[in-house]
């Protein structure tokens, strides 16, 4: 079973830029996170879909945003880029009412100049 | 809000020491809780969970039992290997709506043989 994986590795952008990151779900999973990991801290919640519609959303502001397709992939879309910004991000997917058994990606490192 | 509470790191042990990390949570109802390790350079994995009241998780040799009385979930471990070193995040999945994650901080683990 292929497990979840994240693209790219690593990614330098410039503040005010765009970025979008992706993620490709474990095989059966149908429901998706996203996490936002600053330096030295854990992971906070950014959202998470379920069959394309968001199904729960953090305290981040609207410039994130996402996509789930089909396939259960998912694409991270964070707008006019900020110094904050800069962080590892995470995907985990899961199987929706799977007790919360969520399984993750190895993260995008993000930093924002 | 729902939320997770570590002890401070670092913590630094020999090899075959005894491990505990203490974890506490405040949550509405009776919430899933959990233990992910972060390796150096990875993303997070489960280690082991629970998802009631008195419930042990167990996994590698680390254990966690589920007090609801103390609202806590402390992660132990007999006897550490050097390959244990990494970061320890409690979290607990949260009641209704999405399957969300709330982490504590994360407690950095160093083992010296």
């Known amino acids: 079973e292929t497990g979840v994986t994240q693209s790219p590795t690593h990614l330098i952008k410039t503040r005010g830029q765009q970025v979008t990151l992706r993620c490709s779900s474990q095989?059966?999973?149908?429901?998706v996170s996203w996490y936002q990991q600053a330096l030295g801290q854990g992971p906070q919640f950014i959202f998470q879909y379920y069959r394309e519609e968001e199904n729960g959303r953090g305290n981040f502001p609207p410039r994130f945003s996402g996509l789930q397709f089909p396939n259960y992939s998912s694409e991270l879309n964070v707008n006019a880029l900020e110094l904050d910004d800069s962080a590892l991000y995470l995907c985990?997917?899961?199987?929706?009412?799977?007790?919360?058994?969520?399984?993750f990606g190895p993260g995008t490192r993000l930093t924002v100049t | 809000g729902d939320s997770v509470t570590q002890m401070e790191g670092p913590v630094t042990l020999s090899e075959e020491a005894f491990l505990t990390i203490n974890c506490t949570y405040t949550?509405?109802?009776?919430?899933?809780l959990f233990w992910y390790v972060q390796y150096p350079g990875e993303g997070l994995q489960l280690l082991l969970k629970?998802?009631?009241?008195?419930d042990k998780g167990s996994n590698k040799g680390f254990e966690a039992t589920y007090r609801k009385e103390t609202t806590s979930f402390h992660l132990e471990k007999g006897s550490v290997q050097v390959s244990d070193s990494a970061v320890y995040f409690c979290?607990?999945?949260?009641?209704?709506?999405?399957?969300?994650?709330?982490f504590g901080k994360g407690t950095k683990l160093t083992v010296n043989p």
């Open positions: 979290a607990l999945r949260t009641q209704g709506g999405s399957e969300k994650l709330v």
């Open positions: 985990a997917s899961s199987l929706r009412d799977s007790m919360g058994e969520q399984y």
């Open positions: 629970a998802t009631k009241a008195d």
């Open positions: 095989s059966g999973h149908n429901t």
């Open positions: 949550a509405t109802g009776y919430p899933s």
